[in-house]
């Protein structure tokens, strides 16, 4: 109180703005670039896209007919389908197969630096290499059906990619190989994370491990396996190069999917507005599938 | 020391006397199969032969639907480079409208292009307003049907001398384990070939109604009806050929395990590679010998503009090169295309290309698809397509109203 009074200028809180001023100037130029750039193009590519731009933009504003023409385009409903069907195939067997490799790999095996190099090894290479490799093991002529038929099995058919029915399979087998690796040794980071103690508390109690797992183990890993759904998610959504470098949207459009449908519209057919149609449909989609999340996961903070 | 001194002193008088600065001069093109870049080496050997300057080759491969996008990326972003390829036609509208590319009226006017280029609807559609921005190279047709003699002597039938007798010879080659029509799966592979059914089977008129005056009656009529009735069993024979790139397809004519392939005469710059002879080893059938007719599409050179005046002294340079006599008839016979002047002599020319010269000087000629429709337009059909051919289930009517719709909306 003495203090107070012998000090000539009034003590007030610190100005909030002016806390940590000099990592708020560091944060400036990421905050206009991500304002920049993903906002302001954001928001130039939904205007643009109610226009008719051709090769080159222009403000010829033509309402919601880009819109229109898109969702009576067959092949954009085909490239919506095809994904919806590989993204919830996907998400399910990656989450699954990688637990379930993380869990068996947990049971201190032997060699188990070598089996997670193996499992893991196949998300250092690219999509487009995943494709390539994948799109010749597949090939009737040279890969998969030719071996199996030249050990003496000449009616063995399988060629997923030159047939319209299963092209999606042969898209997952690719995807899923490629993948999984990544989500495994995220769970085995998460299984390692659980205390010791808990696996002697539930022998003591006699719980028999696959049920530990299931309601015990589970629940714990929570953060992990939101991680690993995010992970997953993205990448489901931009699914572009596997699907160039592997069947390129054969045979026929039946293995489509909406990125390839955004560039195809915007660079080959010289159709921006189509384009960003596309694209501001896409964004649409991931919004809606993100924001009750965002806004679960905000409620629960403040709770 | 005294030798290598000399030597440098002579080069750099020789390169101060000249009057122009050698400027190495970016082309970027979509040739890379082993024809097409046999052709476009005969530009660059003449190039770096005739002038100063230096052809830096800027090949992108995977054909066209890939590189243009490059392209188009390029000179828009400001990093244009010396001159480009695009296919005749709309492709570059925008491109030209919008003043990206150098007007090359002037040299056209100087050389007499007006004259010398046949026929002179190539020059047309380089034409914007009067003014001229590309230079035609070849004449490109769509309108054959080529036919491997290997697989039809080992199926023991006669080589199919039309589209009739090629469908009657089919059962007999796919008894011999062989394919009768190879096709590549790619969408403008599949488009390519229904077009050449549309102009042999619709008749030039009805083709013409369709895709210059978009006329949808008519593409909702009978004509194509039967277009797309000879399609679905051209679909039938094309079954089992698990290939996508065009040269893999005629790769299987080269050694004989399919019959036919319908493809354009670039297809003959690989049997050229092979070492096969035409009339010999293969033969080929314009318009599917049903209507003898040459439609002449083709690739075209277009300069964007640049601010520095040396590379477009450069640029006018090749302009002229590539149009002159030499230039035309080393390119045209690696290519397997035709020349865009009627004044040189094609002696070396095989029977096929030479089929292809008399019909050109006939004047049995039809603009290309690429010319009269929008890449838009182009990209939809060409997804109807693809879905056609690859789907057995895929019904002719069908088909076909989804593409009198199409026309309806072209633009």
């Known amino acids: 109180m003495s203090r107070a009074r012998r000090g000539t200028a009034p003590v007030r809180p610190p100005i909030r703005l002016f806390r940590n001023l000099s990592s708020k100037i560091a944060a400036i130029p990421m905050v206009l670039v991500g304002l920049g750039v993903f906002v302001g193009g954001t928001i130039w590519t939904v205007v643009y896209s109610f226009t008719d731009s051709r090769l080159l933009p222009r403000l010829q504003f033509v309402g919601f007919e880009q819109y229109e023409r898109l969702w009576s385009t067959r092949r954009w409903l085909v490239s919506i389908e095809n994904l919806a069907i590989y993204g919830i195939v996907s998400l399910v067997f990656t989450m699954c197969l990688g637990f379930l490799l993380a869990a068996l790999l947990d049971r201190k095996i032997r060699y188990e630096d070598t089996f997670r190099t193996i499992f893991l090894y196949p998300f250092a290479l690219s999509f487009i290499v995943t494709g390539l490799v994948w799109q010749w093991l597949l090939n009737p002529d040279f890969g998969i059906q030719s071996v199996v038929r030249s050990m003496g099995f000449p009616n063995f058919n399988f060629d997923p990619l030159y047939n319209s029915d299963l092209v999606l399979i042969g898209l997952l087998i690719a995807g899923l190989w490629q993948g999984t690796g990544l989500i495994m040794v995220i769970m085995l980071a998460g299984l390692r994370s659980i205390d010791e103690d808990i696996w002697k508390a539930t022998r003591v109690d006699g719980i028999p491990i696959w049920k530990t797992y299931i309601i015990v183990i589970i629940p714990m890993m929570k953060p992990v396996f939101v991680t690993a759904l995010v992970l997953v998610t993205s990448g489901i959504v931009k699914l572009y190069d596997l699907v160039v470098a592997m069947t390129s949207g054969g045979p026929g459009i039946s293995s489509e999917v909406p990125a390839k449908y955004v560039y195809d519209t915007l660079f080959t057919r010289q159709n921006l507005g189509q384009g960003f149609a596309a694209s501001t449909m896409m964004l649409v989609t991931v919004a809606i599938i993100l924001i009750p999340w965002a806004y679960m996961q905000f409620r629960e903070k403040r709770q | ?411």
């Open chain 2, 1 to 411: 020391m005294k030798k290598t001194l000399s030597l440098l002193a002579t080069t750099s008088l020789i390169s101060a006397g000249s009057a122009a600065v050698a400027v190495d001069l970016e082309v970027t093109h979509w040739w890379t199969s082993g024809g097409e870049a046999a052709a476009v080496a005969e530009f660059a050997r003449l190039f770096n032969e005739n002038t100063e300057h230096t052809w830096v080759d800027g090949a992108i491969a995977g054909a066209g639907g890939t590189a243009r996008p490059i392209m188009i990326g390029r000179i828009t972003g400001g990093d244009p480079m010396g001159a480009t390829q695009f296919n005749h036609g709309r492709q570059a509208e925008e491109l030209v409208e919008a003043g990206l590319m150098l007007d090359l009226t002037d040299l056209a006017e100087e050389e007499g292009w007006r004259d010398i280029v046949n026929p002179p609807s190539l020059l047309d559609s380089c034409t914007l307003d009067g003014r001229i921005y590309c230079v035609p190279i070849n004449i490109h047709s769509w309108q054959w049907l080529w036919l491997s003699h290997q697989a039809y002597e080992e199926a023991g039938v006669d080589v199919p001398t039309n589209w009739d007798e090629f469908v009657a010879a089919a059962p007999a080659l796919q008894e011999a384990g062989k394919i009768p029509l190879a096709m590549g799966g790619q969408p403008w592979q599949q488009n390519g070939a229904f077009g050449v059914m549309a102009i042999a089977l619709a008749g030039i008129e009805a083709w013409e109604a369709v895709n210059v005056d978009q006329n949808a009656e008519v593409a909702a009529g009978p004509e194509f009806a039967r277009v797309f009735e000879a399609a679905a069993e051209a679909r039938a024979l094309s079954a089992r050929s698990n290939v996508q790139d065009w040269n893999q397809a005629t790769n299987m004519l080269i050694t004989g395990q399919a019959g036919g392939q319908i493809m354009g005469d670039w297809a003959q710059g690989e049997f050229q590679v092979a070492g096969l002879v035409a009339g010999e080893d293969y033969s080929c059938l314009p318009g599917l010998g049903v209507n003898e007719i040459i439609s002449t599409g083709g690739d075209a050179f277009y300069f964007p503009k640049v601010s520095d005046p040396e590379v477009e002294a450069a640029q006018f340079e090749l302009a002229s090169l590539m149009l002159s006599q030499e230039a035309q008839v080393a390119f045209n016979l690696r290519k397997g295309s035709l020349p865009v002047r009627g004044d040189v002599d094609l002696e070396a020319a095989n029977d096929c290309m030479k089929r292809g010269l008399e019909i050109l000087a006939s004047g049995n000629i039809l603009p290309d698809a690429n010319q009269t429709l929008s890449p838009d337009t182009q990209g939809q059909i060409e997804d109807m397509m693809t879905e056609f051919w690859s789907d057995q289930n895929y019904t002719a009517e069908e088909a076909q109203r989804l593409y009198a719709e199409i026309i309806a909306r072209a633009d």
